[in-house]
C-alpha cells in the first residue's frame, strides 16, 4: 500500500507548539504582512528576523509527540512506499526519526541567501548583518520559510506521489491553505481512501472518505498500529 500523509499545524500544537496565527487573525501580535511576505523583509528586515528568531527559540523548548513518534513508525513500516508532506516549519517529525519528508512551507531551521540561493543551516538567532557563506554578501539571509505570495516547494514530487497513492491521510490541518487544500482531492481523484484526522470536523470533512476526531496523539498511534497490523482501508 502507498500512503501519503500530510499533517499542518494542529501535530505541532500537541508538542506545546504555538500556532502563528491567532484568532484575530494576527501572528504573535502582528500582521501577517509585516512579518511573512517578501515585502516585509525588503521593509523591515529586523523585525521579520527578530519573529523568526522567536520562534526558533520557542521550538528548541518543545519535543515530538506521540503522534510525530507514531508517523515516524508508518514509514519505518512501508518505507518507500510512505511519505510525510508536512505545512509545519519545525523540525518535530525529523527529531521522531521521520525521513522520508518533503517540508511544504521551507524550514525554520535553516536559511536562505537572497542573493546567490545557498541555503544552510539556521540554529542560531539570524541578524541581518550576517553574510552568506556562499558568496559573502551581508543583508540578504532570511529564513528558508514559504512567505504569502511565494511558491510552497516539492509540488511536482508531491503531485506524482498524490496520482499513485492508495491512502492520503490529512492531519491537524484544516484544509484551507492552498495548494494543501486540495491534495486530498487529487489523490481520491486517482483512487485513493481519503482520511481526514482532527481534534473536530472541517468544512471540507464531508469531501473525506473518512472523518476520525480526536487528539492526533490518540488517534494516530492507533490508526498507525492497524496500518502496520494489516488494516485494509
Known amino acids: 500500500m502507498k500512503i501519503v500523509v500530510l ?34 523583509f525588503a521593509r523591515n528586515p529586523s523585525l521579520v528576523q527578530e519573529f523568526y528568531n522567536q520562534r526558533r527559540r520557542q521550538l528548541a523548548e518543545v519535543e515530538p509527540n506521540a503522534a510525530h513518534a507514531a508517523l515516524a513508525r508508518l514509514e519505518e513500516h512501508f518505507g518507500n512506499d510512505f511519505l510525510l508532506v508536512t505545512q509545519n516549519v519545525d523540525d518535530l517529525h525529523e527529531r521522531a526519526g521521520s525521513r522520508h519528508l518533503l517540508h511544504l512551507h521551507g524550514e525554520l531551521l535553516k536559511k536562505r541567501c537572497t542573493a546567490c540561493g545557498v541555503v544552510s543551516e539556521c540554529r542560531d538567532d539570524l541578524q541581518v548583518s550576517d553574510r552568506c557563506a556562499g558568496c559573502h554578501k551581508s543583508g540578504g539571509m ?34 484551507v491553505v492552498h495548494p494543501a487544500a486540495a491534495f486530498f482531492m487529487t489523490a481520491a481523484l486517482n483512487g485513493a481512501h481519503t482520511i481526514e484526522m482532527n481534534l473536530a470536523g472541517t468544512d471540507k470533512s464531508s469531501l473525506f472518505h ?21 488494516w485494509c482501508v
Request: proline residues 6%.
Open 7 to 40: 499533517t499542518g499545524a494542529g501535530i505541532s500544537a500537541e508538542s506545546g507548539l504555538k500556532t502563528f496565527r491567532d484568532s484575530n487573525g494576527l501572528w504573535e501580535g502582528h500582521r501577517v504582512e509585516d512579518v511573512a511576505t517578501p515585502e516585509a
Open 142 to 175: 532570511r529564513p528558508d520559510i514559504v512567505w504569502f505570495g511565494e511558491m510552497p516547494y516539492h509540488l511536482d514530487s508531491i503531485q506524482t506521489r498524490l496520482e499513485d497513492a492508495d491512502l492520503f491521510i490529512a492531519i491537524g490541518t484544516s484544509a
Open 210 to 230: 473518512q472523518l476520525i476526531e480526536g487528539p492526533a496523539t490518540e488517534t494516530v498511534p492507533s490508526m498507525v498500529e492497524r496500518l502496520i497490523g494489516g
